[in-house]
């Protein structure tokens, strides 16, 4: 593995500097209790230690919290009631407010959630056809801080970063919807088992929140999905990836979209601080990778623009000795997109080519069009007031 490059510490520090210009609210209600979700082990044991109680606390909490699905103390069997009441006075588990879900005909569903300060955030259930599974596609900003040309998120500004318990709080909410408490011990949960970090936002650029989110995920003790399960999308925030791999050690997808850095310019404008080459280096560093773990590279398929054979292997030749499979997605139309949909025709041809290579490159199906819940489709009504703006 090359080593992560010395010179982007200061970009790191800048990027976590910034990205704490959007930080989310602070979570405590306006009675001044405290939500316990998005706490980590060690936070809710200073928690606890305030009000008096021994630190064996902390796992009959955590177990009630992330193994049983509990949102009210009273249900807590194991705990005796003046504990209970004592912590419902101080404390809240809490849930994002679900106020739109609408189901596709496919069966993906779609959460529009609204958090304590009345921003929103959408969440996608897609169901995998071939199997009784699927993943729950979680967002990490409401808005977006990128602004990629064909993505409908991408138009809505950043509003603000969402907080470890609105993160972790989707996935619970989405579990609380399809009735899956208590998390399967030994086994994957038979419907919500995969998490894929690919909705509204750009993950790397709110990592702090998202890190510690999933290192709670993560935790054996709880929810207790394995890294295997959770894929983090980025659209190439290069030092941020390398911290990513280190620490969080999840799988990693890259919104490529374009074999050029002419043309990824223009589709993905982060491209223009972190070129196609510097990007490719970086998943090259990517620790982990393997034939078992391949890295996955998004490419909408774009009629006209990024879909011919010339692009197919451009795109063998960038990839060329990485473990890594390409997801080609047919664009999904939206307001006001001056894009269209590739034909089917060149769709084909190109996926062809990729696979003729030795690389597996799935076409992947829409899921949830007709709900506006399809990859580059998310978008809320929540805006950034003016007089908040940096």
């Known amino acids: 593995m090359n080593a992560i490059p010395d010179l982007t ?61 509990a949102t009210d103390f009273a249900r807590m069997s194991s705990i005796a009631r003046p504990l209970q009441e004592k912590l419902a006075e101080r404390f809240v588990i809490g849930r994002p407010d679900p106020v739109v879900v609408q189901t596709s005909t496919d069966e993906t569903r779609k959460f529009l959630f609204r958090f304590r300060d009345g921003q929103e955030a959408e969440t996608v259930y897609i169901p ?29 500004t950043l509003v603000r970063n969402l907080g470890a318990p609105e993160i972790v709080g ?92 002419e043309l990824r310019d223009e589709l993905v404008p982060l491209n223009r601080k972190y070129p196609i080459e510097e990007l490719i280096a970086a998943c090259k560093r990517y620790p982990g990778s393997s034939n078992a773990r391949r890295i996955t590279f998004e490419y909408v398929m774009l009629k006209g623009i990024n879909d011919t054979d010339a692009d197919a292997r451009e795109l063998i030749r960038l990839i060329a000795g990485l473990p890594a499979k390409v997801n080609l997605i047919p664009f999904n139309p939206w307001p006001g997109s001056r894009y269209e949909t590739s034909t089917p025709a060149a769709v084909s041809r190109f996926a062809r080519i990729v696979n003729d290579a030795g690389i597996s490159a799935p076409v992947r199906t829409p899921r949830g069009r007709d709900i506006s819940a399809a990859c580059g489709q998310l978008k809320t009504e929540s805006r950034r007031e003016r007089a908040n703006a940096p």
């Open 9 to 69: 510490q200061g970009e790191r520090e800048r990027i976590l500097a910034k990205s704490a210009l959007f930080d989310p609210p602070d979570a405590a209600l306006a009675d001044g209790r405290r939500d316990l979700v998005g706490m980590t082990r060690e936070e809710l044991g200073v928690e606890l230690a305030a009000i008096g109680e021994k630190p064996f606390r902390v796992k009959q909490l955590w177990h009630w919290i992330y193994h049983q699905g």
């Open 128 to 156: 995998d056809p071939q199997e009784d599974r699927g993943a729950v596609c979680i967002s990490s900003q409401v808005g977006c801080t990128l602004s990629c040309r064909f993505c409908h998120t991408g138009t809505q």
């Open 170 to 261: 989707q996935f619970m909410a989405a579990r609380d919807s399809y009735g899956e408490w208590p998390s399967p011990k030994g086994e994957t949960p038979r419907l919500l088992s995969t998490i894929v970090l690919m909705g509204m936002g750009e993950p790397l650029y709110n990592y702090a929140n998202v890190a510690k989110a999933m290192t709670i995920v993560m935790d054996g003790e709880g929810i207790g999905l394995s890294r295997r399960r959770i894929t983090l999308s980025t659209s190439g925030v290069v030092p941020m990836m390398d911290r990513a791999g280190a620490e969080l050690g999840v799988n990693l997808a890259v919104s490529l979209h374009a074999v050029t850095n």
